[in-house]
């Protein structure tokens, strides 16, 4: 890329990498596999550069990519690789709502990849059913159906109390 696109690149990326992190750890809950998945979504946006900046909502389509990249992540091989027999402990909590916070992480890392992503893009960033269904390459009726099963099984795993946690706390 020769062309002056390098520096474009490299303008849009600096510019985006909070938002985009921010995306991955809510995906994720982790702080190292966000960053994996962010470094995964930019390079490959780099070989599609000339592609992706023609795009009508260029962030939109970089969102995409990292959402897409996510759901797909399971498939690869090196994603059932532990190398812990347990988590490590997760840092203390600090503020009052962090309990919360980490209970709806915790509720969210239990439903499937897709569920998880069309809850986070539905109620995070209050994206409507037909933006989530093309992000995801679905039709509108699994993305609601993601959304009730998603949210039944958080209730169930929250509880009562939760649910009104789950409001606040991603």
């Excluded at 490299?10 to 470094?39: F, K, N």
């Excluded at 995409?64 to 812990?84: H, I, N, P, S």
């Excluded at 203390?92 to 309990?99: F, I, K, R």
């Excluded at 960033?125 to 699994?142: F, H, K, S």
């Amino acid at each position: 890329m020769g062309d002056g696109s390098d520096d474009e690149y490299t303008d849009y990326v600096s510019g985006r990498i909070p938002a985009l992190r921010r995306l991955a750890y809510l995906l994720t809950g982790d702080g190292h596999r966000a960053d994996d998945l962010v470094q995964q979504t930019i390079t490959t946006l780099y070989v599609k550069w000339q592609r992706a900046r023609a795009a009508d909502h260029l962030d939109a389509y970089v969102r995409q990519m990292l959402v897409r990249t996510y759901v797909d992540e399971k498939r690869l091989a090196w994603a059932r690789v532990g190398l812990f027999r347990e988590a490590p402990e997760p840092a203390p909590v600090t503020d009052a709502g962090a309990e919360d916070r980490h209970l709806v992480r915790v509720a969210l890392s239990r439903l499937p990849r897709r569920q998880q992503a069309v809850l986070v893009l539905r109620f995070y960033y209050d994206l409507p059913v037909e933006e989530v269904a093309a992000m995801l390459g679905c039709t509108t009726g699994t993305v609601k159906t993601h959304t009730s099963r998603g949210l039944a099984t958080l209730r169930r795993l929250l509880g009562d109390s939760g649910t009104a946690a789950f409001q606040f706390a991603i």
